[in-house]
């Protein structure tokens, strides 16, 4: 089945009055395309280090929407609402342009299309595997973690998942307590505990990783007492700070960013026994140095190693 896509070149300025309009004629779901930066709010949370350049902003704007040419919707009727909406709106702002294009598109499922992706593979002598795939035959004696991210991060693919898996093998000892900041979809809480972690207390902003940690630890075979999630950042929410406890994690793990992780470190000591290890990852190379940095200029950490693959860094500290 094909979708009918639809185009409006309008201008930046136009582009949340004309998304409002779409959502209340009944069109739901569009795609905004520019050349404006995003800004530090839009950003934060986001799993981008390196955001692509993008041409000079010239105020001009692409909004895109779906029909299904098979469903109840008239498309005739939806286009004439349309661009009555669009002549109330030229009352208020310039529009520019003002031109629609249409165009079809194969029906996809986006949520699941990219599954066809992600296959079973090894870090060492663990193997990560989608839920929905079987386990290869020559990988049966390693360790198993089975992982469905749904719509948060973390497949595991990823070189600094890889690079945190590495180190938590190092550092991780039975009956471990073990904090994850910016959990995902629970790979390094699960990590840990396949390893032998008694219990982990995980931290994401995203709302869908805390599903995705409970569907992939039932999927693990793992006791939802043993890995608590909250949705928050520790770096500066009092609840979550107070939830995550005090002097009392032996590692602490953040695959996040090197821009989260250089405020991140002046937290995080005072949920860690003296001793314990912090394991830091999604740093880029380019930004190792001002990670490096950031716990050099902090008394509570000395440095303990760094481990590179490809382009990505991770560090880790012990607490003095």
Same mark, same amino acid.
């Not at 909004?63 to 098979?70: Q, T």
């Given at each position: 089945?094909?979708?009918? =896509?639809?185009? !409006?070149?309008?201008? *930046? ?12 004629? %009944? ?15 839009? @950003?934060? $949370? ?46 208020? @702002? ?60 973390? @497949? $595991?693919?990823?070189? *600094? ?7 938590? +093998?190092?550092? #991780?000892?039975? %009956?471990?307590? #073990? ?23 995980? @931290? ?25 999630? !909250? +949705? %928050? ?14 002097? =009392? ?20 000591? #005072?949920?860690? =026994? ?17 990670? =490096? ?21 991770? #560090?880790?500290?012990? +607490? +003095?």
């Amino acid at each position: 089945m094909k979708w009918k =896509k639809f185009t !409006l070149t309008t201008t *930046t300025e136009a582009v949340d009055l004309v998304s409002s309009m779409f959502d209340e004629i %009944g069109i739901e779901g569009i795609e905004i395309e520019d050349n404006i930066p995003l800004t530090e709010a839009e @950003t934060k $949370g986001m799993f981008i280090d390196i955001l692509p350049e993008l041409p000079p902003d010239e105020g001009v704007a692409r909004v895109s929407f779906y029909l299904d040419p098979d469903s109840d919707i008239n498309i005739e009727e939806m286009l004439i609402k349309v661009e009555e909406g669009l002549d109330e709106l030229s009352m208020f @702002t310039d529009l520019g342009a003002r031109t629609i294009e249409t165009s079809e598109t194969e029906d996809k499922d986006w949520i699941n299309n990219w599954k066809q992706y992600f296959k079973p593979f090894t870090v060492d002598d663990i193997l990560i595997k989608p839920t929905w795939e079987e386990i290869p035959e020559e990988h049966k004696e390693k360790l198993l973690i089975e992982i469905d991210p749904g719509t948060a991060f973390g @497949t $595991g693919q990823h070189e *600094t998942t890889q690079l945190c898996i590495r180190q938590l +093998k190092k550092y #991780v000892k039975p %009956g471990d307590l #073990v904090l994850d900041v910016g959990t995902g979809s629970g790979i390094l809480g699960i990590t840990a505990l396949k390893l032998g972690a008694g219990e982990v207390f995980g @931290t994401d902003l995203d709302e869908n990783a805390i599903t995705a940690v409970m569907e992939n630890m039932e999927s693990n075979h793992i006791d939802p007492e043993k890995f608590k999630v !909250l +949705k %928050g950042n520790i770096i500066d929410d009092k609840d979550v700070k107070e939830a995550a406890g005090f002097e =009392k994690y032996d590692v602490v793990v953040a695959n996040i960013l090197a821009d989260v992780i250089i405020p991140l470190q002046k937290e995080i000591p #005072v949920h860690m =026994k003296k001793g314990t290890v912090f394991i830091t990852s999604g740093i880029i190379n380019m930004k190792e140095e001002a990670v =490096k940095q950031a716990f050099a200029a902090n008394d509570a950490f000395e440095l303990v190693e760094i481990t590179y693959q490809g382009e990505w860094v991770s #560090v880790t500290v012990r +607490k +003095k």
